[in-house]
């Protein structure tokens, strides 16, 4: 029996030194509080019927004091707690992406070589990981005890989580947010290995090819490649070298072509039209899954220029 499950990745320290503070400064100040309740209580408890008690005025400095002292103490906990949730919120741009889509009830995860697996997680050790996730129903939540990280997947948006793991194991992945009647079934394992045993199970079975190169059959058997022509003489933007530049929208503010605007452009592609197209691209709800999804946006991505 564990007070705390294992610390197997760079924020598991941190979350639980700044958890053992707050545990600290809770129980000191409850034995505090509590033991000046009782104390007075028998100390100043009235004697006789007719005793009446005399004005009192409290001193300055005490009520200085203690407000000084908790004021302090939550800008200690407020600062301590936001370096860590923005830490957690910048992946290093080195990490390896992975996809995932969580649906009722399990947990569908893309490796951008084209491994999938299904509640399953393979990842390197000593590699920042960075999770793009999605759902296809309601909302889930990716939660990694020994990482110390949790992050909601919502419907219609792409959420993110990193980590870097520091210990080779097997570890309990859970859904953390109530999504029906199996979400206690949502569960998986994530697997740290060792670098030269990821390599090798990377190099087994794959066979489908990489999600860019399947975002590319795609996107031909979409016949998205008619309106979308590399050399820019089509009827819908060139998608070559578009991948985090800023465009221009018909009236309205110009934006950054990312992941969320991708999915955007064509799931609603009237949302916002890039400048001086006509809006005539249909709609592909309901025609693409998730998962195609995030092929074609790794296709598209794959088509920019390496960083
Ligand atoms: Cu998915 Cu709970």
């Known amino acids: 029996m564990h007070f705390l499950p294992e610390q197997a990745s760079n924020f598991a320290p941190e979350v639980d030194q700044l958890l053992f503070f707050l545990l600290i400064v809770s129980i000191f100040f409850t034995v505090v509080i509590f033991g000046a309740i009782f104390y007075f209580a028998v100390r100043y408890r009235r004697r006789s019927d007719y005793e009446l008690p005399h004005s009192q005025h409290t001193g300055m400095a005490l009520e200085i004091i203690w407000s000084v002292i908790p ?137 489908e090819g990489s999600l860019a190169s399947r975002g590319e059959q795609l996107f031909q058997s979409l016949a998205c490649i008619n309106c979308h022509k590399e050399d820019g003489s089509g009827r819908g933007p060139m998608l070559v070298d578009l991948f985090g530049k800023t465009v221009e929208i018909e009236g309205g503010k110009p934006v950054v072509v990312d992941e969320a605007y991708l999915r955007e452009s064509i799931l609603t592609p009237q949302a916002k039209i890039a400048k001086g197209f006509q809006p005539i691209m249909p709609t592909f709800q309901g025609l693409v899954t ?18």
């Open 290 to 307: 998730e998962d195609q999804l995030l092929q074609l946006i790794e296709y598209i991505k794959s088509k920019g220029k390496k960083k």
């Open 71 to 207: 004021f302090g103490l939550t800008m200690i906990m407020f600062g301590w707690g936001a370096s860590i949730f923005f830490r957690e919120s910048r992946p290093p741009d080195d990490a390896m992406n992975i996809n995932v889509v969580g649906k009722q009830w399990m947990w569908k995860l893309q490796h951008m070589e084209g491994q999938r697996e299904i509640n399953e997680l393979h990842i390197p050790l000593g590699r920042a990981v960075r999770l793009r996730m999605t759902s296809e129903d309601v909302i889930h939540s990716f939660y990694v005890p020994v990482f110390r990280v949790k992050q909601d997947v919502l419907p219609g948006r792409y959420t993110q989580l990193w980590f870097h793991p520091t210990k080779p194991g097997k570890y309990h992945l859970f859904c953390a947010e109530y999504c029906g009647t199996k979400h206690s079934g949502m569960i998986g394992w994530v697997y740290v290995m060792e670098p030269a045993d990821y390599q090798a199970w990377l190099s087994g079975g794959a066979g």
